[in-house]
C-alpha cells in the first residue's frame, strides 16, 4: 500500500501562482511515476503532469507552459508548481502514485480555486 497526503490548496487570484506538495509512504518501491490529476466539478478527472522515475515528464496541453511538476526523491515527495493560473484551473487537485502504466493509488484531494 502507498499512502499520499496533498497540501497547498488555495485560493488564489488569476494570473498568480500556487504550489502544490504530495507526500508518498508505504510501499513507494512498487510506484514507477507519480503524478496530478484534477476534477473540475461536473466533470471527468483529467490528468494534469506526471514525472517518472528517471525524471521524464509528461503535461496536459492546457497546462504546458504555466504548470512544472518535480519530485524530491530523498524526502518522497511530488510537487506541482502551477503559475499564470487561470479560473477554468479551479479544481480539486488529486496526487497520484502509479503502477503498470496508471494511476494505482491517490490522494484525497486538494482544492485550488482561481477567483477574483
Known amino acids: 500500500q502507498v499512502q499520499l497526503v496533498e497540501s497547498g490548496g488555495d485560493l488564489v487570484q488569476p494570473g498568480g501562482s500556487l504550489s502544490l506538495s504530495c507526500a508518498a509512504s508505504g510501499s513507494i518501491f512498487s510506484i514507477t511515476a507519480m503524478g496530478w490529476h484534477r476534477q473540475i466539478p461536473g466533470k471527468q478527472r483529467e490528468l494534469v503532469a506526471t514525472?517518472?522515475?528517471?525524471?521524464?515528464?509528461n503535461y496536459a496541453d492546457s497546462v504546458k507552459g504555466r504548470f512544472t511538476i518535480s519530485r524530491d526523491n530523498a524526502k518522497n515527495t511530488v510537487y506541482l508548481q502551477m503559475n499564470s493560473l487561470k479560473p477554468e484551473d479551479t479544481a480539486v487537485y488529486y496526487c497520484?502514485?502509479?503502477?503498470?502504466?496508471?494511476?494505482?493509488?491517490w490522494g484525497q484531494g486538494t482544492q485550488v480555486t482561481v477567483s477574483a
Open positions: 514525472i517518472n522515475n528517471n525524471s521524464s515528464t
Open positions: 497520484t502514485a502509479w503502477r503498470y502504466g496508471s494511476p494505482y493509488y
